[in-house]
């Protein structure tokens, strides 16, 4: 059945590769209003992507017959869909969106809720008295990413303590980062689903070691999250001060656990509620809404149809929205740690293309940057963009201006500029016939290039939640049409296998069993 529905789909693609976005919107002046989709103030703009009604329908037909609903459904309900761990996928139930979440969630969410209000309110302060003035997250991959990039984003709702992250084991992170701040007011929150994670383990010892030489009682200063509450004891961290969570929730769908504290502390209790509602509406929307209106469903198909259909292997991930600067970096994880893989729950060859590349930095400065390949480069680059209809501030015709640039890239990728309109334009500029012959060329945008305009009204903690919510789910529909496990990410492995028997030989044991190429360069390293 799925091979039908795959079948109609490569026709679709086939016939949509021959077709111009311009020749799409000539056929028909209700394109937006057939191809955009809301939930509340959120509207999601694919008329602009190389699909069609037709291509559209054969989607949901996929949809249906890869059994989206169903496999949503069963994660709703706490099955184990995390089949190679053997694990429930259950971060909804973080933001109540399931029946039957065990207690504890609620009982966690209110101590690392209150323990954000006490850090704020100075109730827990520092050692030797005063204020706690600055709080360190230490943590990688989801026990940083979800923080760091939430704690930017709502930079207008942050009025507490100033908040640094550190996530890499590069000294330089923690040496910077430290440079500013004053042991004697500045506490840690050592952040690691696992607490074994050797990243933020070394850090963390460092940190310790940085808070002890100044003669601060270190462990009055450590805050902790993890799943594994023995690590956190040998730590020294004390358990009044120690935030659970649970192996249901993926450390890259965390940042609704405690992993979501420096954000509680950054922007308070009611705020970080806020958040999690915002998350709770699109997961009603997800569970409720019909196919051919659900928001994540959609998103998800259509990438999925520029991924596995039209064979293109990227997608650029850009907020019109400085405060989301960090947002790509997130979803490139949720994404790519998600679904970069190419074997089926079975075991067997997805046969086809999975997960793609997923980048990006924030327009407008992404246009003075690497727009140029994606407007005139070889390859097609389909664009994500995501943007506030309000500022959070009112500064000049800022906004006027970062808006226009949003939707101008949208029209230019989209509909280009024809070798014809290239020269028209030089020759009403005056340019001389040789000039135009030169240049006509070079100035020629071929378009057709496809891309998803997002909007929301204003970006806050609710409406970042829904935002995060939407790029959760839309991964789930993806890796559940693929047949693949979403959830685990054994591709990190062998990388940390390997770098821990690397690193007596960095520290001087003999190099054994190497190939060429790494004793070389760990000759190099030594010789240095
Ligand atoms: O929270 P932990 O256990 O320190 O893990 C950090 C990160 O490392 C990974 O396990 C692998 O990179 C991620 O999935 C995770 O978010």
């Not at 994670?197 to 993890?226: D, F, I, K, P, Y």
């Not at 998803?452 to 789910?473: C, F, K, M, N, V």
Request: aromatic share 8%; with cysteine; net charge negative.
């Amino acid at each position: 059945m799925s091979e039908a529905a795959w079948a109609a789909l490569d026709a679709d693609a086939a016939r949509l590769k021959a077709t111009s976005l311009r020749a799409l919107f000539e056929a028909d002046e209700k394109r937006f209003e057939r191809l955009s989709f809301r939930l509340d103030d959120l509207l999601i703009d694919f008329s602009k992507e190389k699909i069609d009604a037709g291509a559209l329908r054969a989607l949901l037909a996929l949809a249906k017959a890869r059994g989206v609903a169903a496999r949503r459904d069963a994660m709703v309900r706490g099955e184990p869909i995390n089949e190679t761990e053997g694990r429930a996928v259950w971060h909804m139930a973080l933001r109540g969106s399931v029946d039957d979440a065990p207690a504890e969630v609620n009982e966690v969410r209110e101590r690392f809720l209150t323990f954000a209000e006490d850090v704020r309110a100075g109730r827990f302060a520092p050692a030797a008295g005063g204020r706690f003035t600055d709080v360190v997250n230490i943590g990688i991959g989801g026990s940083d990413l979800g923080p760091v990039m939430a704690v930017r984003a709502l930079r207008p709702d942050h009025d507490g303590p100033r908040m640094h992250f550190v996530s890499n084991v590069d000294g330089a992170h923690l040496t910077d980062v430290l440079a500013w701040l004053d042991p004697k007011t500045t506490m840690a929150v050592i952040a690691s689903k696992t607490f074994t994670t050797q990243e933020t383990m070394t850090n963390a010892r460092s940190m310790r070691e940085w808070l002890a030489a100044s003669g601060v009682e270190h462990g009055a200063h450590l805050a902790a999250v993890s799943t594994n509450l023995e690590g956190t004891a040998e730590f020294g961290v004390d358990e009044r001060r120690v935030f659970g969570f649970w192996d249901w929730v993926g450390g890259r769908y965390s940042i609704w656990s405690a992993i979501g504290l420096p954000l509680a502390i950054a922007i308070g209790a009611e705020g970080f509620r806020s958040f999690l509602k915002g998350a709770a509406a699109m997961d009603r929307h997800f569970l409720t809404a019909p196919a051919e209106r659900n928001l994540p469903l959609l998103l998800g198909l259509v990438g999925l149809f520029r991924r596995s259909c039209m064979g293109w292997p990227t997608v650029a991930l850009i907020p019109y929205d400085q405060r989301l600067e960090r947002f790509p970096a997130y979803v490139q994880q949720l994404d790519m740690e998600s679904n970069g893989k190419r074997v089926t729950l079975a075991g067997e060859p997805v046969g086809r293309a999975t997960g793609p590349v997923i980048w990006g930095e924030p327009g407008t400065n992404a246009q003075h940057s690497f727009f140029q390949l994606l407007h005139q480069g070889a390859d097609v680059i389909p664009v994500e963009f995501i943007a506030a209809v309000e500022p959070r501030e009112a500064l000049g015709d800022h906004h006027a201006l970062l808006l226009a640039n949003c939707l101008a890239q949208g029209r230019a990728l989209a509909f280009g500029r024809t070798e014809a309109e290239a020269r028209a334009e030089m020759a009403r500029a005056g340019q001389s016939a040789r000039e135009i012959d030169r240049l006509a060329a070079h100035r020629t945008f071929p378009g057709d290039r496809p891309s998803t305009t997002i909007l929301h009204r204003r970006l806050d903690a609710h409406s970042l939640g829904r935002l995060i919510a939407l790029y959760e789910h839309k991964v789930f529909v993806q890796g559940a049409i693929w047949g693949i496990d979403s959830f685990d990410q054994w591709g990190v492995e062998l990388g940390k296998v390997l770098a821990s028997e690397l690193i007596p030989m960095l520290k001087g044991a003999p190099a054994e069993k190497l190939d060429s190429s790494t004793a070389g360069l760990l000759q190099a390293i030594r010789g240095a």
